[in-house]
């Protein structure tokens, strides 16, 4: 089993800060097979970011991946207020495992 | 509009069983590989069974192998995860999920539902 690392748990931003999200893999991702999701209570997970650096559909351009091998990156790079949520990174080389998340809440 | 409406989840007793429904519209759902994921309270996402268009190729994670059974009737639209021996730890939100549908054995899930929650307790 792939697991996935997410640092750091929780990311304290006020709304217009730039957020850096991370996630390490055990072990090389063929083809670059990370995704990132957005999870807000009671909602649905939202697909954000898929083959570590393309964007889902609808997506706004604030929302970026980045990164291959082992590690990757999501960046928001201005928080809207509707971005303060949980993030999880998901690998689906093998069967798929998430991290174990990353809140971002208001500082 | 693409929506898929997970239903069948309770308070049900350990050692029982629950069959949770997953109804999908607004694309077509023979042509999707289907997944279940749970969130058990506090916790992250983890991933618990998957199904080929075929129904041919299934999959299991670890913690509920032998257990649990997932299927899909498609022309009903719907995935199913059928759940027995339910333990205290099964307690969660289950999501169904579709996958982006390529060619290749595994995608990532670009829609899913809102969940239905599922509480193992006596």
């Known amino acids: 089993e792939i697991v996935l690392t997410q640092s750091p748990g929780t990311l304290s931003l006020s709304p217009g800060e730039r957020a850096t999200l991370s996630c390490r893999a055990s072990q090389t991702l063929s083809r670059d097979s990370l995704a990132w999701y957005q999870l807000k209570p009671g909602q649905a997970p939202r697909l954000l970011i898929y083959g570590s650096s393309s964007r889902a559909t609808g997506i706004p351009d604030r929302f970026s991946g980045s990164g291959s091998g082992t590690d990757f990156t999501l960046t928001i790079s201005r928080l809207e207020p509707e971005d303060f949520a949980v993030y999880y990174c998901q690998q689906y080389a093998t069967s798929p495992t998430f991290g174990q998340g990353t809140e971002v809440d208001v500082k | 509009e693409v929506q898929l409406l997970e239903s069948g989840g309770g308070l049900i007793q350990p050692g029982g069983s629950l069959r949770l429904s997953c109804a999908a519209s607004g694309f077509t759902f023979s042509n999707f590989d289907m997944n279940w994921v749970r969130q058990a309270p506090g916790k992250g996402l983890e991933w618990v069974s998957a199904?080929?268009?075929?129904?041919?190729?299934?999959y299991y994670s670890d913690s509920v192998k032998g257990r649990f059974t997932i299927s899909r009737d498609d022309s009903k639209s719907t995935l199913y995860l059928q759940m027995n021996s339910l333990r205290a730890e099964d307690t969660a939100v289950y999501f169904c999920a579709k996958e982006v549908g390529t060619p290749r054995s595994w995608d990532p899930f670009d829609i899913w539902g809102q969940g239905t929650t599922v509480i193992v307790s006596s």
């Open positions: 199904i080929d268009t075929s129904g041919t190729y299934i």
